[in-house]
């Protein structure tokens, strides 16, 4: 067996210890250029905090601080791309960072990478598996690539760690109208409502799903809240048109239509208008008001210059555009 001779080993001592002070030359390097990007950035300089970093990580490919102070700079910047790349290398450099994990999972989510946003955020459950904004993101992943029941199990999750989230519940709602569970979606809405009774989107929500259930008188009654908590909003008024002519209140329903078009020009509110002006002109007993339907017609016709891809909406007008047959004249002769 041959042996190492003592100059040997010395030489191979020299080179272990040169190539770790070469690393730890480096690793210095690398943590002064940071210390400049944290004082660039505190300045409000930008540009050159993403130059002092992007040097420190090129002097430390494992400086995961670095990777992720350019991921959030590029962020910022709306280079979302450049942004995800930095926070994986980041991640592979310290796998236990959950705040990493969470900027990766919106990252990805933003560039419509919802599978990897997924993943991302099921990494920082299994992190920290008692975090609130990881279980709901996640949830909200797995809504989105309609897997129902994954997405109902992390909002379950969410609201076990903070049961008075009216966004998860509102969330968990929408997830179990996806699988048909309408009662238990009522039910979560409402808990939701009650949880920030100043919200207008879980009355919209709860609205809809009893009009799903054809139930437009309590439909009716949750949008007039959705009124008096925000009067400003043009859907609620539309949606209310749209529960009052199902309910055979026609002039009621065009007053709503109208209170939505004060507040934006819309196509859906015009073609209301003009669908319950119509209505009204239907049942009308003879001679009935040719006014309402011209003024019916009319609307549709603005609804259609709004909004073009309407082809029910044309064949309607055409349809009805035509003048009403005269009315029979009684036979003078009596034959």
Not at 75 to 102: C, M, V, W
Not at 137 to 165: F, H, K, M, V
Not at 261 to 289: F, K
């Amino acid at each position: 067996m041959r042996r190492i001779s003592h100059w040997m080993l010395a030489v191979c001592l020299a080179d272990m210890l040169l190539l770790c002070g070469c690393q730890a030359a480096r690793q210095h390097e690398a943590l002064v250029h940071a210390q400049k990007g944290m004082t660039s950035l505190e300045a409000g300089q930008m540009d050159q905090a993403l130059r002092d970093f992007e040097q420190a990580a090129a002097r430390d490919d494992d400086f995961a601080f670095a990777h992720t102070k350019i991921g959030d700079i590029q962020s910022l910047k709306g280079h979302n791309d450049t942004a995800r790349q930095h926070y994986a290398r980041a991640l592979a450099a310290s796998p236990h960072d959950f705040e990493i994990a969470l900027r990766l999972g919106r990252t990805c989510r933003q560039l419509g990478e919802i599978a990897q946003a997924a993943r991302a955020y099921l990494y920082a459950c299994d992190i920290n598996p008692d975090n609130f904004k990881a279980n709901i993101e996640l949830a909200s992943c797995y809504l989105q690539l309609g897997q129902a029941a994954q997405a109902r199990w992390y909002y379950n999750r969410a609201l076990e760690i903070d049961p008075t989230s009216a966004e998860a519940l509102q969330n968990l709602a929408v997830t179990l109208e996806v699988e048909g569970k309408t009662d238990q979606a009522i039910q979560s809405y409402l808990q939701a409502i009650e949880e920030n009774p100043a919200a207008v989107e879980p009355l919209l929500s709860l609205a809809t799903c009893y009009l799903r259930q054809n139930q437009p008188d309590m439909a009716e009654r949750v949008l007039r809240r959705a009124i008096l908590v925000d009067e400003s909003r043009p859907q609620v008024y539309r949606r209310l048109g749209y529960c009052l002519f199902l309910q055979k209140r026609f002039e009621e329903a065009e007053t709503a239509y109208r209170h939505s078009l004060e507040l934006r020009p819309d196509p859906q509110a015009h073609a209301g208008i003009g669908t319950a002006m119509l209505s009204r002109y239907i049942v009308q007993e003879p001679p009935r008001d040719e006014s309402l339907r011209t003024r019916a017609l009319q609307h549709w016709q603005r609804s259609l210059q709004l909004a073009p891809d309407q082809p029910k909406l044309a064949a309607m007008l055409a349809r009805y555009s035509e003048p009403p047959p005269p009315a029979s004249q009684p036979n003078r002769t009596g034959r």
